[in-house]
């Protein structure tokens, strides 16, 4: 089985300050690794995805992610965030062949001027 | 180009009721899943289907049943509701199971009094 973990649940920054958003997963296969973003009521919105291939992944609205099989790792990063980037983050992971999703906690980003 | 249609958008039900939640995906896209999200359990994988076969089913009760028709579109329902059935309920649509691409709806949030 695929598991998530997101080790923050919420992190604070200053607008234009860089931001890292943590993702591990477990899983004994080859996985898809995603990140999403939701804005409150909405529905998820793709960031970006590492399917195979090169490890630093980039995505919409500057932010990026870089794939690190030896420690299990997917974090999310964006070098100047803004305020509108204030959002709930989903880190997930899929099995190659299948629509199923399994998701992380997700992480609050919370930017202040 | 439309995106994946949820209906109804909200929706409150009482206790004992059933309910029945429709999700359209994007032109030519075959295959359909769908996530509950809820504060106290995140988002959680309800079910997948492609060209009208269930592919994968989530750990939920009895109660949670879904089907996808002919032109792609689905519908899940609940049986019996409870007050712990009161989430997001996310469905998402993808050209073909490989799970490399899936969009979001925006969702239909159900409320059980």
């Known amino acids: 089985a695929q598991s998530v973990t997101q080790l923050d649940s919420q992190v604070p920054v200053f607008e234009e300050a860089p931001v890292e958003l943590r993702c591990n997963y477990s899983s004994s296969v080859s996985v898809y690794l995603f990140w999403y973003v939701q804005y409150p009521n909405q529905g998820l919105q793709l960031l970006l995805k590492?399917?195979?291939?090169?490890?630093l992944v980039k995505g919409i609205n500057g932010f990026e992610a870089e794939f690190n099989k030896s420690q299990t790792s997917f974090h999310l990063r964006k070098p100047s965030v803004h305020i509108s980037d204030t959002a709930e983050y989903f880190c997930a992971v899929s099995l190659r062949g299948f629509q199923k999703l399994v998701f992380g906690t997700g992480t609050r980003l919370l930017v202040s001027p | 180009k439309a995106g994946v249609t949820q209906t109804p958008r909200y929706l409150i039900k009482t206790r004992g009721q059933q309910v029945t939640l429709s999700c359209s995906p994007i032109?030519?896209?075959?295959?359909v899943s769908w996530y509950q999200q809820t504060p106290g359990q995140g988002l959680q994988f309800l079910f997948e289907y492609f060209s009208e076969t269930q592919r994968n089913k989530g750990n939920f009760p009895g109660r949670f049943s879904g089907r996808q028709f002919s032109n792609s579109r689905s519908e899940m329902n609940v049986s019996t509701l409870e007050l712990g059935d009161s989430a997001l309920y996310l469905c998402?649509?993808?050209?073909?199971?490989?799970?490399?691409?899936?969009?979001f709806g925006a969702g239909t949030r159900l409320s059980v009094l």
């Open positions: 032109s030519g896209h075959r295959s």
């Open positions: 590492y399917l195979s291939g090169s490890t």
């Open positions: 998402a649509s993808g050209l073909d199971p490989a799970g490399q691409d899936r969009l």
